[in-house]
């Protein structure tokens, strides 16, 4: 009698095989000068592992989280075709599978996975979940993708606000629970959920995502977060800290040093103005 674990790993591997016969690197363009690429097709969990967005504003890998100390997450993989771009080119449907070894009751290692059907904007390289990978099964009709169910999808629709991320974890006690709940809303990357929302118009929102997600110890994620809005707000007094602070616990204590100094310098600087008004 099968397992539950032997039969997933069964059926990652089939679907592996039907999808990519061809492992070459591949490449999705859109419309305006964006595309995706594909690269390093990995045999054991059926995807390719490196992805990468390229656009006219820049380019960065997608689905790469780091993990507390470690500057990559293993087991992460993605496959795609020229069949899931939608009719204007503005988006791709991409299967994304969170895979992993475990080891079952008889002490056997085998694979375990999670599948997700996602949409990738071609344009400027955000990712957006739909559902599981059964959404990713069927065809675009017009700027609509529709499932096999008759179920269609309109582009884009909703999504997590850093606004949203902040209200649903307000009641959170635990750090580490927090920071694994923001964490699991940002499985595409710092840089593509910025592309979904611009840091522009969320920096108070962003810094403090970033404070949680040190505080959860995820120094390498929030230290993404703040490497973006330094050259936004280099300004911002709480932000100083908060990257000293994560500098610090990451052994770069000479990098953390003039961020410790700048924000006792500006610590000091709001005090004697505090004090200036007090004498009037």
């Not at 927090?178 to 611009?198: E, H, I, Q």
Request: aromatic share 12%; with cysteine.
């Amino acid at each position: 009698m099968f397992n539950k674990y032997y039969v997933v790993a069964l059926l990652v591997l089939l679907f592996a095989r039907l999808s990519h016969a061809d492992t070459e690197p591949l490449e999705i363009n859109g419309g305006n000068d964006g595309m995706l690429q594909f690269r390093n097709f990995d045999e054991k969990y059926g995807g390719w592992s490196d992805i990468k967005y390229k656009g006219a504003t820049g380019e960065f890998n997608i689905y790469m989280v780091p993990s507390k100390m470690v500057t990559s997450e293993e087991g992460i993989v993605a496959s795609s075709d020229m069949d899931m771009v939608s009719p204007d080119k503005k988006y791709v449907m991409v299967q994304r599978t969170n895979a992993g070894e475990v080891t079952d009751e008889e002490g056997n290692k085998i694979i375990s996975s999670q599948a997700y059907c996602d949409a990738v904007s071609l344009e400027t390289g955000c990712v957006k979940n739909v559902g599981s990978a059964l959404q990713c099964d069927g065809v675009w009709q017009g700027q609509k993708w529709k499932i096999t169910t008759g179920e269609t999808f309109d582009f884009p629709k909703g999504g997590m606000s850093p606004q949203y991320l902040l209200s649903e974890v307000a009641s959170v006690s635990s750090n580490e629970s927090r920071s694994d709940s923001l964490r699991d809303s940002f499985f595409m990357g710092v840089s593509s959920y910025m592309a979904c929302y611009p840091p522009e118009k969320s920096i108070s929102e962003y810094n403090d995502i970033g404070f949680y997600f040190a505080q959860g110890g995820e120094h390498l994620l929030a230290m993404q977060i703040y490497n973006r809005l330094l050259s936004l707000a280099p300004d911002r007094v709480p932000l100083k800290l908060n990257v000293a602070d994560s500098l610090w616990a990451l052994g770069k204590h000479d990098e953390a040093k003039p961020y410790y100094a700048a924000y006792r310098e500006a610590m000091l600087k709001k005090v004697g103005q505090v004090k200036s008004l007090s004498e009037l």
